[in-house]
């Protein structure tokens, strides 16, 4: 099938480039503090100041009064931060959807292929996809489906289907005359498509369709970002009665092919933009905006002011006091502004020094602050998107501002099993970050994690 890319402009934001981060949050829930402490990360201010110079309140006022009243922005500069790897400098984002370097036998997608009516067009198929894809590497396994159109391979080495894939989509391959389509394999086009599209924290793909009144067939347009794809094809048609050289005759394969498309074109662009980023900056690591808005419920302009300008939010609540008045607030105007929150539980120390809570009282304490907050999000995020946080999906964090220290729970699985083995794999991390929460513990005689 043949998509036609209606307008294309940049969808990948470079991982490298300067990005804005509103810090919002209830009075006295401690955003200034924990802005401090980012300062002093980012070698902006004496670690041993942070926590107590709220250097961000910058007006007499505020310091005299202890409370911010105007947005304060400041940029900083994280050198040891590697813009490629996960989406926090602890790995606390969800990994990437393509292999990385631990994943055994990485396999790739190749769609749009010829249709195969016989035996002998499909091993001539085969011998053709081989030819194409033993280019790049050694094959261990090829599986092509005459009948729909696709194949898929499995290369011996993972730099093999990198290779692959990355040119894949900067020249588009033929076999036996058609363009194909080349993605990394594993979940369908389509979830991929959606997995990708949430990491580079793009708007989520649309698929519209347009009837014809003249004809049989339909046109299915893809949206991603800035980004366009479209097709035709044809309802009702069955496989038997499709010719090779026709578009799908089913909805569900004219989406795949368009979200293998976008796939291609997309990492196309975010390797473009790896390899020009050497060039084009000065110093590695990540330049950040921080903006440290107000938390009186008298001052909500100057939040949304903020908002406007924002890439994203972070929402700061207090472990103890859990969700407030102004947290509701401040996280409506975030969601009205189409700012994407992530939420940070602050104050963590508090439950273990000031409350005294076992660890069970604690789990519960927080699990019902994290709800509350996804109580919220539900009521007013925008529509066709789920922004809702997790400890799961790297969306929460839990420290202490005052005392200058934080983590993830991916973060911190990632740090008990690297410090028992440094090889350890992506999936085992993942595996272990799963069992840090929800209803699972470890049982101390069986050495086993039980739910």
Same mark, same amino acid.
């Given at each position: ?37 980012? $300062?002093?990360? +980012?070698?902006?201010?004496?670690? $041993? ?11 007499? *006022? ?10 304060? &922005? ?38 749009? $292929? ?22 790049? +590497? ?10 729909? +159109? ?18 894949? @989509? ?54 991603? !970002?800035?980004?366009?794809? @479209? ?47 050497? *060039? ?8 950040? !905006? ?51 929150? %992530? ?45 809702? %946080? @997790?400890? *799961? ?6 420290? !202490? ?9 991916? &973060? ?40």
């Amino acid at each position: 099938m043949q998509a036609s890319t209606i307008k294309k402009s940049s969808a990948v934001r470079s991982r490298n480039a300067l990005r804005n981060v509103c810090v919002i949050a209830h009075v006295d829930n401690g955003k200034t503090t924990l802005s401090d402490s980012l $300062l002093a990360r +980012g070698n902006a201010l004496n670690p $041993l100041k942070a926590g107590r110079a709220l250097a961000l309140d910058t007006e007499q *006022e505020e310091q005299e009064r202890g409370i911010t009243i105007k947005s304060t &922005g400041i940029s900083l500069h994280f050198a040891d931060w590697d813009p490629y790897e996960a989406d926090s400098d602890d790995g606390g984002g969800q990994p990437s959807p393509t292999p990385q370097e631990g994943t055994p036998s990485p396999k790739v997608y190749l769609g749009n $292929l010829p249709w195969a009516k016989t035996e002998d067009d499909l091993k001539r198929l085969q011998d053709d996809v081989k030819l194409v894809l033993e280019k790049f +590497g050694n094959i261990t396994e090829v599986t092509v489906n005459g009948k729909r +159109g696709f194949a898929i391979a499995e290369y011996s080495q993972v730099t093999d289907a990198t290779k692959c894939v990355s040119e894949g @989509s900067k020249t588009r391959f033929q076999i036996q005359g058609r363009d194909v389509d080349i993605a990394y394999h594993g979940s369908s086009p389509i979830v991929a498509l959606v997995q990708l599209c949430e990491k580079r924290r793009l708007e989520p793909p649309r698929y519209t369709i347009e009837e014809s009144e003249t004809t049989s067939s339909s046109n299915l347009t893809l949206n991603v !970002s800035s980004v366009s794809f @479209s097709c035709s094809f044809e309802k009702g048609r069955s496989e038997r009665g499709r010719e090779p050289s026709e578009d799908p005759a089913s909805l569900k394969e004219a989406k795949n092919a368009l979200a293998t498309q976008a796939l291609a074109s997309l990492e196309s662009e975010l390797s473009s933009a790896r390899k020009a980023e050497p *060039e084009s900056t000065s110093e590695a690591g990540l330049r950040l !905006s921080l903006i440290d808005c107000p938390g009186h419920q008298d001052f909500s302009g100057e939040v949304t002011t903020a908002l406007r300008i924002s890439d994203g939010a972070l929402v700061v609540v207090d472990c103890v006091d859990g969700v407030g008045v102004q947290t509701e607030t401040v996280l409506r105007q975030s969601l009205s502004e189409k700012v994407k929150p %992530v939420l940070f539980m602050n104050k963590l120390d508090r439950i273990i020094s000031e409350l005294k809570c076992s660890p069970e009282d604690a789990y519960q304490k927080i699990t019902k602050t994290i709800d509350d907050v996804n109580d919220i999000i539900r009521i007013y995020q925008p529509e066709d998107v789920d922004w809702t %946080v @997790s400890p *799961e999906d790297g969306t929460v964090g839990f420290g !202490s501002g005052l005392q200058g220290w934080g983590f993830t729970v991916y &973060g911190f699985a990632s740090t008990l099993l690297k410090a028992k083995n440094p090889d350890v794999q992506e999936k085992d991390i993942q595996k272990m970050a799963k069992k840090l929460w929800g209803e699972y513990y470890h049982n101390k005689h069986t050495g086993k994690w039980q739910d």
